[in-house]
């Protein structure tokens, strides 16, 4: 099979959960998430801080799946195999993990008060996140141009990425804003849940990730 870089999987893997190209901003770089989800809980912005776990568990789910892939088929859709202080699976290190913890909040901030308010005659909460999405999968160009990102499989990058990886994180972001506090414990909670048993599981037990 054609592939764009296959030894970015063998580099990737043998970092996989190293300690080796552990780097001390690690902590100061955890510390600013909690510190930015200690201050949504102290103004009470609920609805941010469920778009942001919204965000981060499916991001979980989807770096689960794409670790699953390469277990399956020997290469994930992309990979990390350099430029990260910890590798947590295959396709994501620290770093970016960490910005996809806060992303939801960040980007939260900017929705319209009105939740049905339109755009063009489109929602805005989809607007926006066919907006945010656009601009996750421009960047992700910039990111695979260089060493420590990779997009493994010819056929895969921005648009694919754009489809089936952002607007699913943004759409679901956008709307858990606007649900209703159980909804928002059910389903977040229930996603959790998943992301932690699949973890359990397949890194844990079977050490397929």
Known sequence: MLLNNPEATTKALKMLRSGENFQWYFIPLFAFVVYIYVTEIERKNWKGIAAGLSLYATHWFVEIVNALIQHFTGHSLWTVPTG????????VGWELSMMFSVAGVIFSKLLPFDSKMKILGINNRIVFAVGNAAFFSIFEIFLAMTPAFVWVYP??????VFITVYIPFFLMCNFAYDWKPRTQRVVIGSLVCVDVLALIIFAGFLKWI
């Not at 056929?155 to 694919?160: A, C, K, R, V």
């Open 155 to 160: 056929w895969w990058g921005s648009l694919p």
């Open 84 to 91: 990260t202080s910890f590798l947590l699976l295959v396709g």
